[in-house]
């Protein structure tokens, strides 16, 4: 068994495990449910981990991941923050620059 690497948001780590199981890779997870705990454990150890079964298959599981990816940051296009004008990543919520919200867009 190897890691495909570790998953900082839960919901992308849905739409990567979908996008295993479309392509039929049998993946587990590793931390899913210990979200809770936060805090009581060191930061790094509590994020979910995305494990593929077969070694084999490893590589075709990351391509997988790193298109699932792609196309989620393709449904999210870089905004401008109005506040301050600084350029942010789609899957912000908010500005990183100033943390003004976005506002519908
Ligand atoms: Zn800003």
Not at 27 to 43: D, M, Q, S, T, W
Not at 65 to 74: F, I, L
Request: net charge negative; glycine share 6%; aromatic share 12%.
């Amino acid at each position: 068994m190897k890691r495909i690497f570790t998953c900082n948001n839960h919901l992308e780590l849905q739409a990567f495990k979908e996008a295993l199981n479309r392509v039929g890779i049998q993946h587990f997870v590793k931390n899913e449910y210990i979200f809770g705990a936060v805090g009581e454990l060191p930061f790094t150890e509590a994020w979910p981990e995305l494990w593929v079964v077969n070694e084999d298959q490893l590589e075709q599981a990351q391509q997988t991941c790193r298109e699932t990816e792609q196309a989620m940051r393709a449904d999210k296009p870089e905004w401008l923050c109005r506040h301050c004008g600084e350029t942010n990543d789609g899957s912000f919520e908010f500005c990183w620059q100033c943390e003004h919200i976005v506002q519908n867009g």
